[in-house]
């Protein structure tokens, strides 16, 4: 196997899913970066960890043909950071990646995109995730990992501190499955897949690591924190007060509709070993040491 190259994961949750795949000892990773500064420090991770910094922009094509010689698989977590609306750029630059890709002849790519991506959610976040699950598919050979909610979320400042104090709030029926995955399994799965290419070209995997009811998951919160968490339904419609609307829709997406993944197929049959449930998460992050923040995951 010749190269394995990274996108997208040199800030926000893409640092957890190089964890993922440096734990499948997968050889000859690299990281695509706009800049090489060995003084960035995530940057400075990466290179230490042993994995080799390649500079190109997702804006210039011409740097990604240059960036592509000599790989012969892609990861592709993000093409635009997180943003309230859709970010055109996202597929654009996932056009560029694919006829990059398709020149250089590249073998399998991999795709983290979002559960429900295939089923006409009306989501523009997922909806666009789809575009380019359709960009990737029709350049050159890929497997799509439609991930449903990140338990990293949890961590996030809007939501850590209510929980800590003992209320675990969300706009989700208390007995409504809530789909969860870790990044770090994320990168796991995906440096698996790439492993196992044959077994996986062409297949769309909605990926979960465990499947809680927001009842469950307080209770899991409670267990963590050695102190008990309720859980609180927030109205849908408190989010139309406040103007988001994309919010909302998402929410009624949840509570409708929701991820499918099928958490026991994936973790006894497809990905034994590679998925974390929601309890062992907490223990791992130290979920109840109220002195680590988001940033320290």
């Known amino acids: 196997m010749g190269k394995v190259l990274l996108i997208g994961v040199t800030g926000g949750t893409g640092h957890n899913v190089v964890k993922g795949f440096l734990d499948q000892n997968l050889n000859g990773l690299c990281v695509l970066t706009r800049r090489v500064d060995p003084q960035r420090p995530a940057l400075a991770r990466l290179i230490e960890a042993g994995i080799e910094p390649v500079e190109a922009d997702l804006d210039d094509e011409a740097s990604l043909d240059r960036a592509f010689a000599g790989v012969s698989a892609i990861y592709c977590h993000a093409t635009a950071p997180d943003t309230a609306k859709p970010d055109p750029l996202e597929v654009e630059r996932a056009e560029r990646i694919a006829r990059a890709a398709q020149r250089a002849s590249i073998r399998h790519l991999v795709y983290n995109s979002a559960g429900g991506a295939d089923r006409n959610s009306g989501i523009g976040h997922i909806e666009q995730k789809h575009r380019v699950e359709q960009v990737f598919t029709q350049a050159v050979p890929t497997t799509l990992l439609q991930a449903c909610l990140f338990m990293e979320e949890f961590w996030k400042k809007y939501t850590r501190p209510s929980i800590l104090k003992g209320t675990f709030s969300f706009s989700l029926q208390p007995d409504r499955p809530l789909h969860l995955i870790t990044t770090r399994d994320i ?4 440096a698996y897949v790439i492993q196992h290419r044959d077994q996986y070209v062409g ?5 979960a690591g465990d499947v809680l009811t927001p009842q469950q998951i307080a209770a899991e919160f409670a267990k963590a924190q050695g102190k008990p968490v309720k859980y609180r339904e927030v109205p849908p419609w408190l989010f139309l007060l406040l103007f988001r609307k994309s919010l909302f829709d998402l929410i009624q997406w949840y509570r409708h509709q929701g991820y499918q993944a099928d958490v026991e197929y994936l973790r006894q049959q497809e990905f034994p070993g590679l998925l974390t449930s929601f309890s062992t998460f907490l223990a791992e992050t130290d979920w ?10």
């Open 187 to 190: 990168g796991r799965v995906a």
């Open 203 to 207: 297949r769309a995997i909605e990926l």
């Open 288 to 297: 109840a040491n109220s002195a680590l923040t988001y940033q320290d995951l």
